[in-house]
């Protein structure tokens, strides 16, 4: 299973954390154009990404919702993202 790039960005109201797409760029960028960039982290799921960035943070364990399923990147999403990534331009 693949790993896909997550990152966090936050400004004085908070943050944001998830994997990196086209579609996320652009809604951080209206949303919440002053974030800054804090961190990056690799995870082949969505569990595992959210277990990394709680330790990051001093959060702790991550316990995931109750009936809500880890979602396992797959091939197509990392080639998607790896096709993003070489033309991404951050501001």
């Given at each position: 299973m693949p790993d896909l790039l997550?990152?966090?960005?936050e400004d004085e109201?908070?943050?944001t954390f998830g994997p990196v797409s086209m579609d996320g760029d652009r809604l951080r960028l209206t949303v919440t154009p002053?974030?800054?960039?804090v961190f990056s982290l690799w995870a082949p799921s969505q569990h595992r990404a959210m277990q990394l960035y709680q330790e990051r943070l001093g959060y702790g364990d991550?316990?995931?919702v109750d009936g809500v399923p880890d979602h396992f990147y797959t091939d197509e999403e990392a080639a998607e993202q790896e096709t993003y990534l070489r033309t991404r331009k951050v501001s």
């Open positions: 997550h990152e966090y960005w109201d908070g943050g002053g974030e800054r960039f991550y316990v995931p």
